[in-house]
C-alpha cells in the first residue's frame, strides 16, 4: 500500500469485492487514488471493512492490465493490437458470420457480477435485442442459482428477505454452508456482536468455521455433517419442528398454503426423517439435532445465513427450499431479526441475476415465456423476444463441442478457471470460432479467446452494484477507464455495430429504461439513489425502499412448502477416492484471486493448501506442509498438506484462489438438478505423497 499524504478531493463508491457491499471514500490527489476510507454513512457497513476493500484495490493500476483492445484468428497466433473500431467491427462481423452459417441461436453471453447492474442489463439486451436469442447466462450458475429457484418456488422472490442490520434483534443465529469471518468479513462482525451480546448460535457445516468458537462467541450447536447431506439435516431438523409440536400454527395458517404445509408435515414426520434414522448418513448426531431444532424454533427471533455450501450440490435448489420450509414452519418471516438470507459471494450477484441475466428469466425475475412481460420488453426494445429460454452456460459448452455454438461474448467472468471440470470447459471454448474475452487481465479464458476488449475496473465507472441485502449502491467513476472506453460503452458499440441501435448516454439513462421496465425498480432513478441507497422493491407502494420483505403477505402471496426428499449425491467415496473434497475461501483472498493477488502486500498472496484431519494424514505418511497430490475420477492437482482438526476424519478441505492449483480439475461434471449449479462441495478424491515428484 502507497501512503500518499493528504487527499486534493474524495469519491464515495462501494467495494467491488464481496456482496456485503461496503462503501468507501476514494482519496484522490490529482487521477490517482491513495487511499480507500471505509464511509461512516454507508448503511451496509456503517464505516466498517475489511483487508480486501481497505487495500485490494491496486490491482487497478496494475502493469498486467490490458488497455489496448486485441485480436487473433487462431488461438495459437499472437495478439494484434488494434482500434476500440477494428475490435467492435470485428466481434459484429464474426458474430453475424457465425449466425449467417449456423443460425441465430450459434451464439451468447455471459454477463459478469463483478460488473454493475447497469453493464449486466445491457448485456443481456444484447442477447436478447441484437442477437435475437435467450442466450444469456451469468456467473450465478455456479454459485446462487438455486438461490434464485428455491426462494422464487417458496417464497415467490429470488433474493434474502432481511437487510443486515435485522441482525441486531436476531435470537438464534443459524449459519449454513458459510463462512462469513473470511468471505462476508463485515456482516461476520455484526453477527459476532449480536452473538457477544447473547444471541445463540447454531452452525451448519463440515468444517469447524472460526465462528463456531472464538473469543465470547461459541455456537450452542455445530452440526458437523458429512459433504453432501445438507437435505437430510434440514429435513430431520423439521420432523424435529413438526413431531415435537414446535410449529407456529397461527403464521402458518394465516400466511402460508395449508394444503401444501399438510402434504409437508406428513412427509417430514415420516420416522425415516429423524435425526436418529439419518444419523449414519448424516454422521450428525440425533441428539444435536434434536437440541439445534429445539434452539431455531422456540429461542426467539431466528435469522437464517446460508452460503455457497448450500447452493453447490446436487440438491443445491432442494436445500434451499428446506431452510424456506423450516423458516416458515416456525413462524421466522416477515419482521425485523429472523428470516432467510442467502450469503451473495460477488459484489452485484444479486444485480447481476435481477437483471434479467439468466437464460429464462427477463429482468425481475419473470419468466421468457410470459407473453405479458414480453410485451413490456417488446414495446421498449422494438424486437420480438423468442419465448423458448436459451442456454445455460453448461449447456453453452456442450453445444460448442457438439458444433451448434461457435460464438461467445464474456464479461467479467473467467469460466476456464472458475467453472467445474476445467477439460469439458476448455474443450469447448477451443471448439468456439469467436471468443471475446472483455476483461482487466489476460485472464485463463483469454487463452481460448480470438478478441480482448481491455475492461474497467470499478473506479473507472459510474452505475450500481446491488448486495445480498438488495441495496442498490452507487458506484462512483473516481478516474477514465484506462482503456479509453466503459464497459457498458464497448457493449453498446457491439450491438450498434451489429445493427441493433443502442444510444444511452450513460448509465444513468440505463437505469431509466430498468425502472420503466421492472416493477421492482420502478422508483429507483440516480436523483433518488444519490439521497441514500435504497433496497428493493423500491415503487410507489414502497418509495423508500423494502429492508424487510413478506411483511404480512409473501411476493407469492401464500408460502408453499415444498417436499425435499433427500438424494444422495451420485459422487461417492470408495477404496479408490475415499475421501470428500470441500471447497472455500480465505480472508484475504478473493475468488480466483484476479485482483487480490495483484495487490502490493504480498503476505497475501497465500498458496491454497490442503487441510486434512492428522489421522487421515498419517494414515498416508503425511506431513504438515508436505506437497500432495489431489485426484478425482476427473483430474489431478498438487498442494501443500496442512493438518488441521477443523475437518474430520474423511473430509480434506481447500481453496480455489490460485491458478497453479487450479482446485476445479478435480471437481465434477455433477450439478443441481434444477438449475446446473455444479456441485463443487463434494468432490471424491484420493490424497497421496509426491514424494518430491
Ligand atoms: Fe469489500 Fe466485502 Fe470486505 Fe466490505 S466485507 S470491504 S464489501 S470485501
Not at 423458448?388 to 467479467?412: C, H, K, S, W
Not at 482487466?440 to 487463452?447: G, M, Q, S, V
Not at 431509466?512 to 436523483?527: C, D, K, M, N, Q
Not at 438424494?567 to 485482483?595: F, H, M, W
Request: net charge negative; aromatic share 8%; proline share 5%.
Amino acid at each position: 500500500v502507497v501512503e500518499m499524504g493528504q487527499p486534493e478531493h474524495s469519491v464515495v463508491t462501494t467495494c467491488a469485492y464481496c456482496g456485503v457491499g461496503c462503501n468507501f471514500k476514494a482519496e484522490m490527489r490529482g487521477d490517482q487514488v491513495i487511499r480507500m476510507v471505509p464511509w461512516k454513512d454507508g448503511k451496509a457497513n456503517h464505516g466498517h471493512s475489511c483487508v480486501k476493500g481497505r487495500f485490494a484495490w491496486g490491482y487497478a493500476n496494475h502493469p498486467d492490465r490490458i488497455t489496448k483492445p486485441m485480436v487473433r484468428a487462431k488461438i495459437t497466433d499472437p495478439w494484434r493490437e488494434v482500434s476500440w473500431e477494428e475490435a467492435i467491427n470485428h466481434v459484429a462481423s464474426e458474430f453475424r458470420r457465425i449466425q449467417a452459417k449456423a443460425g441465430k441461436d450459434a451464439i451468447g453471453v455471459i454477463t459478469s457480477s463483478r460488473c454493475t447492474a447497469e453493464e449486466t442489463y445491457l448485456v443481456q439486451k444484447l442477447a436478447r435485442a441484437a442477437f435475437g436469442n435467450n442466450n444469456t447466462d451469468t456467473c450465478a450458475r455456479v454459485c446462487h442459482s438455486p438461490t434464485g429457484y428455491g426462494l422464487g418456488k417458496t417464497f415467490g422472490t429470488s433474493a434474502g428477505t432481511q437487510d443486515f442490520d435485522s441482525v441486531d434483534e436476531s435470537d438464534v443465529i443459524v449459519v449454513i454452508g458459510a463462512n462469513p469471518t473470511d468471505a462476508h468479513p463485515v456482516f461476520a462482525s455484526r453477527m459476532k456482536k449480536r452473538l457477544r451480546q447473547g444471541a445463540k448460535l447454531i452452525v451448519v457445516d463440515p468444517r469447524r468455521i472460526d465462528l463456531v468458537r472464538q473469543p465470547h462467541v461459541e455456537a450452542s450447536y455445530h452440526l458437523a455433517l458429512r459433504p453432501g447431506t445438507n437435505v437430510a439435516v434440514l429435513t430431520a431438523l423439521a420432523h424435529v419442528i413438526v413431531t415435537e409440536g414446535l410449529v407456529d400454527r397461527t403464521f402458518v395458517e394465516e400466511r402460508c398454503d395449508t394444503d401444501a404445509y399438510a402434504d409437508w408435515a406428513e412427509f417430514v414426520s415420516d420416522p425415516r426423517h429423524s435425526p436418529e434414522a439419518t444419523e449414519a448418513a448424516t454422521g450428525v448426531p440425533a441428539d444435536l439435532v434434536r437440541g439445534a431444532a429445539r434452539l431455531y424454533a422456540t429461542g426467539g427471533n431466528g435469522a437464517i445465513y446460508y452460503g455457497l455450501g448450500v447452493t453447490e450440490h446436487s440438491q443445491g435448489s432442494t436445500a434451499v427450499m428446506a431452510i424456506a420450509n423450516l423458516a416458515m414452519a416456525t413462524g421466522n418471516l416477515g419482521r425485523r431479526g429472523v428470516g432467510v438470507n442467502p450469503l451473495r459471494g460477488q459484489n452485484n450477484v444479486q444485480g447481476s441475476c435481477d437483471m434479467g441475466s439468466f437464460p429464462h428469466e427477463l429482468p425481475g425475475y419473470r419468466h421468457v415465456a410470459n407473453p405479458e412481460v414480453r410485451a413490456i420488453y417488446e414495446a421498449e426494445w422494438g424486437v420480438t423476444i423468442n419465448p423458448e429460454p436459451g442456454l445455460r452456460i453448461p449447456n453453452m459448452l456442450d453445444a460448442a463441442v457438439q458444433g451448434t455454438f461457435l460464438g461467445l461474448y464474456v464479461q467479467g467472468e473467467d469460466i476456464a478457471q472458475s467453472d467445474p471440470d476445467v477439460k469439458h470447459v476448455t474443450a469447448g471454448l477451443r471448439a468456439m470460432e469467436c471468443v471475446v474475452v472483455h476483461d482487466l487481465f489476460l485472464n485463463e479464458t483469454a487463452n481460448f479467446a480470438h478478441v480482448f476488449l481491455p475492461g474497467a475496473t470499478f473506479l473507472e465507472k459510474d452505475g450500481t452494484f446491488i448486495n445480498a441485502e438488495r441495496r442498490i449502491n452507487l458506484v462512483r467513476k473516481v478516474m477514465e477507464p484506462r482503456s479509453g472506453m466503459g464497459d457498458w460503452e464497448a457493449t453498446q458499440a457491439i450491438s450498434n455495430a451489429m445493427g441493433y441501435p443502442m444510444h444511452y448516454d450513460g448509465p444513468a439513462e440505463i437505469m431509466a429504461e430498468i425502472a420503466r421496465t421492472t416493477p421492482t425498480f420502478a422508483g429507483v432513478s440516480y436523483e433518488k439513489l444519490e439521497q441514500g441507497a435504497v433496497q428493493w422493491p423500491c415503487n410507489d407502494a414502497a418509495p423508500e425502499g423494502t429492508p424487510i420483505m413478506h411483511i404480512g403477505k409473501f411476493v407469492r402471496g401464500k408460502g408453499n412448502f415444498v417436499i425435499t426428499e433427500y438424494v444422495p449425491t451420485d459422487e461417492k467415496v470408495g477404496p479408490r477416492y475415499p475421501l470428500l473434497l470441500t471447497t472455500g475461501r480465505i480472508l484475504s483472498q478473493y475468488n480466483v484471486g484476479a485482483q487480490t493477488r495483484r495487490t502490493g502486500n504480498v503476505a497475501w498472496h497465500a498458496e491454497d493448501l490442503l487441510e486434512m484431519h492428522p489421522h487421515d494424514a498419517s494414515e498416508r505418511g503425511i506431513n504438515e506442509g508436505d506437497w500432495v497430490r489431489l485426484r478425482s475420477r476427473t483430474g489431478e492437482t498438487t498442494l501443500r498438506a496442512l493438518l488441521t482438526e477443523r475437518v474430520a476424519p474423511g473430509v480434506v478441505y481447500t481453496t480455489f484462489h490460485h491458478p497453479v492449483t487450479q482446485a476445479n480439475v478435480v471437481t465434477t461434471d455433477y450439478s443441481d438438478w434444477a438449475t446446473n449449479c455444479p456441485e463443487y462441495k463434494v468432490t471424491a478424491v484420493q490424497v497421496s505423497p509426491t514424494n518430491g515428484q
